[in-house]
């Protein structure tokens, strides 16, 4: 019988691809020895993932089970651990992300549509048809709602210089990128492949070029489906296939020199590692090698940390992740003549 993800928030439903098995399932480890770059655990989360910077590089937001909480919601926490605070006290939430001034968010939930079929961010043929975005300031007052859809709103980031929000949305089964302005208006559709799902968009940091992840509809039955990143322009010009080997490529985080992006693989047999790619050359280094589940890579305004989400250290049963610290910056990954 085929083993299904226990959560997924919002961007993860991508891990079950060509793999049959929990992403939990591989044994609970420590980093080995080998990764070559050091890294660390951030104290006092419980349960969270996908986890984005803030403009100043210190704070995280990020998707959060703690005690008493019934579903996953939106945190947010300052890099050393401290000062964690829940943003949203109602529905079930998904991805959220920084405005570029630093002073408001921008996150998904079902708040509104509580009497809605409540559906599953982590099955793509029943997200929440209730998913609506949200921003609020960094309290998670004087929240402002900006779709009224009643489909599956999700999947949402700013470009780089806040004049746009990108977004996902699913109409009929059908997953497209979105754009609009910060103020809800000029709602924008972009994609229209009618085979390709397009979903976890993010700008590169000309403000101009996206880049995100696809998987095929007519493959969503077949256990072996791949999924691939592609780049266009923000007028959805330009759709360009990046990675060509069969299997998963998800979850890109392009860095602050819009050079190299940050992804996941999945390796044989059903293991998860963050790579790094340069666009230009196309070469890739592997970056994490625990033989636990990595995943959800976000790099820092400086291009000198990574953040991503681990099961690595977990005991044995355990099927929580942890958020994590990464110093990489010896790869110069910093915005061009800083």
């Known amino acids: 019988m085929k083993k299904k993800l226990l959560w997924l928030p919002c961007l993860l439903w991508a891990a079950v691809t060509t793999q049959s098995v929990h992403i939990h399932a591989q044994p609970a480890s420590a980093a080995p020895a080998t990764e070559k770059f050091k890294s660390w655990k951030i104290p006092n989360v419980s349960n969270g993932a996908e986890c984005y910077f803030s403009p100043n590089g210190k704070t995280l937001i990020y998707n959060g089970k703690d005690a008493g909480d019934s579903t996953f919601m939106v945190y947010t926490i300052n890099v050393d651990g401290t000062n964690r605070k829940r943003i949203n006290d109602k529905g079930a939430d998904a991805c959220s992300y920084f405005h570029p001034n630093g002073k408001r968010i921008i996150w998904t939930s079902t708040r509104d549509h509580l009497d809605m079929h409540p559906g599953n961010y982590s099955e793509v043929k029943d997200y929440p ?63 229209f492949t009618p085979d390709w799902q397009e979903g976890g968009a993010l700008y590169l940091p000309d403000n101009k070029t996206i880049i995100t992840r696809a998987w095929k509809k007519s493959e969503e039955d077949n256990r072996s489906r791949s999924m691939h990143l592609f780049t266009l322009q923000e007028d959805g010009s330009d759709f360009k296939q990046i ?57 820092s ?38």
């Open 301 to 338: 305004p400086d291009g000198k940390t990574l953040a991503f989400s681990s099961s690595r250290g977990n005991k044995p049963g355990d099927r929580s992740l942890s958020l994590f610290l990464m110093d990489v910056s010896e790869l110069g990954l910093g915005k061009k003549g800083k």
């Open 243 to 299: 990675t060509f080997e069969e299997g998963t490529h998800w979850a890109p985080s392009p860095a602050p020199d819009g050079v190299h992006v940050f992804y996941v693989k999945v390796l044989p047999p059903h293991n998860y590692d963050i790579f790094f790619l340069n666009l230009q050359t196309m070469q890739e280094q592997q970056i994490t090698s625990s033989p636990s589940f990595d995943g959800f890579p976000s790099i």
């Open 129 to 191: 048809q209730g998913a609506e975005l949200y921003t609020s300031d960094l309290n998670g007052k004087k929240v402002k709602r900006l779709t009224n859809n009643q489909v599956y709103d999700a999947e949402v980031t700013y470009a780089p210089d806040g004049h746009k929000i990108l977004f996902g949305r699913q109409i009929d089964g059908k997953m497209d990128l979105w754009t609009m302005n910060p103020d809800g208006s000029d709602q924008k559709q972009i994609t």
